[in-house]
Every structure is written in structure tokens, then in C-alpha cells.
């Protein structure tokens, strides 16, 4: 049945909010037999791209000279990087640093979230290296004390690294403690169960499959509701000064 224009998308200045509804795929450059759904790009005002790849079997993702996050959502992915194969299961995840050469093949029909990003460097501070894990080996920490919302880090919580990725999971019930309005921007991508978010001055009915991008101090907070956890996955830029990286203006 046509819905009749309904869409619980919506976009404004401050942040998004895309749901599958909406997602129109594409293809990037040296995809093969695999499309992109781009949720954000510098085209919105973000310093960072995010899409989710879908894969047939035998496609491949194509390169990138930025910084590539690769976490697997569904079926399988091989990474063949600095003279290896790794392969990479579901909730597997790979980060790679920039100008580093690579591929992604799928065996099989697949999907991962993609996360890509000019990398700034410190001066001082050695760029990150190559990591392949995956979201088991990682321990868990109640935010705030509280138990019922787990977070796990995906990357080391190390200056090297210029943005963080980590896996937060709400109880029935748990929310976040505070409305939080902060210099860094998110991608967030629903893995789990939903709730509600509040963005900016409106709330939001969210479920897995979405996806939310939140500008620099977006008032934003979460509340998980319903029988099952509410799990998402969230960028954020993170271990460099507020100027780093803008251009000078002009003192004329």
C-alpha cells in the first residue's frame, strides 16, 4: 500500500533523521557488484562520511585514500591488507589508517557500516596503526553507574586515534541521565530494538535500521523502550582541539 507520503524522516538544521523508507542506494567508485547508502557526507555539513555497503557475492568495496571504520552487520566480509587475509564475520570490525591499500570482498551476500574520515594528525603523536577485532573481545562499562546502559569502545581511547566508535546497549527501560549538548558531532546507526530520541527541540520514534547524524550541540538524549534492548552504533570525533583543522579567516 503507497504511504501516502508519510515518512518518519525529517531533516533540519541541527540534525536528521533517515529512515529505511527513505534510503536510496548508489554506487561509489571502484565498487563492484556492491551499492552504498550514503546517510551523511560533507554534502550535510559533517567532517566525516558514513554509508552501510551491501554486498552480493564476489563484490567488493573499492578504495579510499581517508581513513576507513568497517563494521560488519550481516554475513561476511575478507579484508586482504599489509600482506594478509583476515576475515571478518559478523559484529567483526576492522580499522584502517589512512593511505593504507586494502581491499573488502564478499563471499557472500553481506552489509557493513562504513565510516571515512581525513585523518589529523598530531604533531608529536605516532598516526594509529592498523586494528582488526571484533565487538566480543571488548569489555563492557556501565555509563554513568548505570548498569542497565552498557557501552563498549571500539578503538583505543588513545590521542592517536581523531574519532571514536563504540556500541552503546540500553535495557527495557534505560535511558540516558541527561539532555547532552556537546562540541562533538555523531553518526548513529540503529542496530537493535528502538525508543525514543529527543534531537534538538522534537522527539523521535526510532527502531533498528535507522540512522541519525547530530550536529555540534544538538541537544540530544535516548530512552530505550519496549521488550527487547535497544542497541545502536555511534561515531564521534574526539581527541583534537575545536581549531584543529579549520581554516584561518582572513584579517584584512
Same mark, same amino acid.
Given at each position: ?9 525529517? #531533516? ?40 552501510? &555497503? ?10 579510499? @585514500?581517508?581513513?576507513? +571504520? ?11 591488507? @599489509? ?23 564478499? %563471499? $557472500? ?5 562504513? !565510516? ?6 598530531? /604533531?608529536?603523536?605516532? &598516526? ?13 562499562? &556501565?555509563? %554513568? ?54 534531537? @534538538?527541540? /522534537?522527539?523521535? /520514534?526510532?527502531? &533498528?535500521? @535507522? +540512522? ?14 519496549? #521488550? ?5 552504533? !555511534?561515531? #564521534?570525533?574526539?581527541? $583534537?582541539?575545536?581549531?584543529? %583543522?579549520?581554516?584561518?579567516? /582572513?584579517?584584512?
Amino acid at each position: 500500500m503507497h504511504n501516502l507520503g508519510q515518512t518518519r524522516s525529517c #531533516k533540519r538544521n541541527n540534525f536528521f533523521l533517515l529512515t529505511p523508507d527513505t534510503f536510496v542506494r548508489t554506487v561509489l567508485p571502484g565498487m563492484k557488484a556492491c551499492c552504498a547508502i550514503v546517510h551523511v557526507s560533507a554534502a550535510a555539513g559533517a567532517n566525516f562520511v558514513q554509508y552501510t &555497503a551491501e554486498f552480493e557475492s564476489g563484490s567488493e568495496l573499492g578504495g579510499t @585514500d581517508a581513513q576507513r +571504520f568497517i563494521y560488519v552487520l550481516e554475513g561476511s566480509l575478507q579484508l586482504e591488507v @599489509d600482506g594478509r587475509k583476515k576475515e571478518l564475520a559478523a559484529n567483526a570490525y576492522a580499522y584502517i589508517p589512512e593511505g593504507f591499500q586494502h581491499r573488502v570482498i564478499a %563471499g $557472500r551476500s553481506s552489509r557493513a557500516a562504513v !565510516i571515512e574520515k581525513p585523518y589529523q594528525q598530531l /604533531s608529536a603523536v605516532s &598516526a594509529p596503526q592498523l586494528l582488526i577485532s571484533t565487538e566480543g573481545q571488548i569489555s563492557s562499562h &556501565a555509563l %554513568g553507574d548505570d548498569p542497565d546502559l552498557q557501552v563498549k569502545c571500539l578503538l583505543p581511547d588513545e590521542m592517536a586515534f581523531d574519532f571514536a566508535v563504540n556500541t552503546m546497549v540500553y535495557q527495557p527501560g534505560a535511558a540516558l541521565s541527561m539532555v547532552e549538548m556537546h562540541v562533538m558531532e555523531h553518526g548513529l546507526l540503529m542496530l537493535e530494538g528502538g525508543g525514543i530520541y529527543r534531537l @534538538d527541540d /522534537s522527539w523521535h /520514534s526510532v527502531t &533498528a535500521g @535507522d +540512522f541519525i547524524w547530530m550536529a555540534p550541540w544538538c541537544p540530544q538524549w535516548f530512552g530505550a523502550i519496549g #521488550k527487547t534492548p535497544a542497541k545502536y552504533l !555511534i561515531y #564521534k570525533d574526539w581527541n $583534537r582541539h575545536p581549531l584543529a %583543522g579549520r581554516p584561518h579567516e /582572513s584579517r584584512g
